[in-house]
Antibody, heavy 120, light 110 residues
Framework: EVQVVESGGGLVQPGGSLRLSCVDS????????MHWVRQAPGKGLVWVSR????????SYAGSVKGRFTVSRDNAKNTVYLEMNSLRAEDTAVYYC?????????????WGQGTTVTVSS | QSALTQPASVSGSPGQSITVSCIGT?????????VSWYQQYPGKAPELVIY???NRPSGVSSRFSGSKSGNTASLTISGLQAEDEGDYYC??????????FGGGTKVTVL
C-alpha cells in the first residue's frame, strides 16, 4: 500500500521559516504529481501548492505565492515545502497528497499531516 | 480564488438519502469536469470518495454518487449509515493549474 508521510512541522516565530518534507513509499514516485493542502484549527481544507512529476512546473495558492516554494527529489522519493515569512494565519496541519493514477488534479493518497504553529 | 460554497451542515436519518451541494463559478466547476469530493473524520486525513464529478475510487461504497449542473456540483449519499458521519469537502480545478476547495459540510446521521 502506498503511503506518504510528512515531517518537519513545529513552532516557529512570525517572520520565520520552516521546511516540510513528505516521503512517498511508492515505487513510481517520479511519475506522480504531488500536492500540499493545509487545514487551520477548526477550519476547512485549503489547497496550497502542487508540483509536477519532474519538478519543472509548480503552482501556488495566492495566499502563499512568493513565500512558499515546493520542490522534489525523485532520488529520495521526497517532496518539500519551503515556507518563508511565516504568519500567524499559516498555522495549520499541512497534508501532502499524491495524485490519483492518471488524474493530476485528484488527490488519491494522503499523509497524516504535520502541524505548523506560527506564534511568538 | 474564492472558496466554493457548501452548506455548513446536512443531516439525515439512517437509510435516507442526503445531498451536499457545492456552488462554484463559470471559472471553476462550470468550466471543468475536474470535481472531487473528500471525506474527513475528526482528527484524520481526508479520503477521496468521488473524482471527475461522478466516479468512485475502488473500495468506495456505491452509496456515494456525484453529479454536476452548471456551476454546481453535488454529492449524494444514499442509504445513509452511521459510518457516513463526518465532514465532506468538494474540490474543483480553478484554472491556472490550481485547485480550490469548498468550505466543508458536516454530515450528521440522526
Amino acid at each position: 500500500e502506498v503511503q506518504v508521510v510528512e515531517s518537519g512541522g513545529g513552532l516557529v516565530q512570525p517572520g520565520g521559516s520552516l521546511r516540510l518534507s513528505c516521503v512517498d513509499s511508492g515505487i513510481s514516485f517520479s511519475s506522480y504529481w504531488m500536492h500540499w493542502v493545509r487545514q487551520a484549527p477548526g477550519k476547512g481544507l485549503v489547497w496550497v501548492s502542487r508540483i509536477n512529476s519532474d519538478g519543472s512546473s509548480t503552482s501556488y495558492a495566492g495566499s502563499v505565492k512568493g513565500r512558499f516554494t515546493v520542490s522534489r527529489d525523485n532520488a529520495k522519493n521526497t517532496v518539500y515545502l519551503e515556507m518563508n515569512s511565516l504568519r500567524a494565519e499559516d498555522t495549520a496541519v499541512y497534508y501532502c497528497a499524491r495524485q490519483q493514477l492518471y488524474n493530476y488534479y485528484v488527490m488519491g493518497v494522503w499523509g497524516q499531516g504535520t502541524t505548523v504553529t506560527v506564534s511568538s | 480564488q474564492s472558496a466554493l460554497t457548501q452548506p455548513a451542515s446536512v443531516s439525515g436519518s439512517p437509510g435516507q438519502s442526503i445531498t451536499v451541494s457545492c456552488i462554484g463559478t463559470s471559472s471553476d466547476i462550470g468550466s471543468h469536469n475536474i470535481v472531487s469530493w473528500y471525506q474527513q473524520y475528526p482528527g484524520k486525513a481526508p479520503e477521496l470518495v468521488i473524482y471527475e464529478v461522478n466516479n468512485r475510487p475502488s473500495g468506495v461504497s456505491s452509496r456515494f454518487s456525484g453529479s454536476k449542473s452548471g456551476n454546481t456540483a453535488s454529492l449524494t449519499i444514499s442509504g445513509l449509515q452511521a459510518e457516513d458521519e463526518g465532514d465532506y469537502y468538494c474540490c474543483s480545478y480553478a484554472g491556472g493549474s490550481t485547485l480550490v476547495f469548498g468550505g466543508g459540510t458536516k454530515v450528521t446521521v440522526l
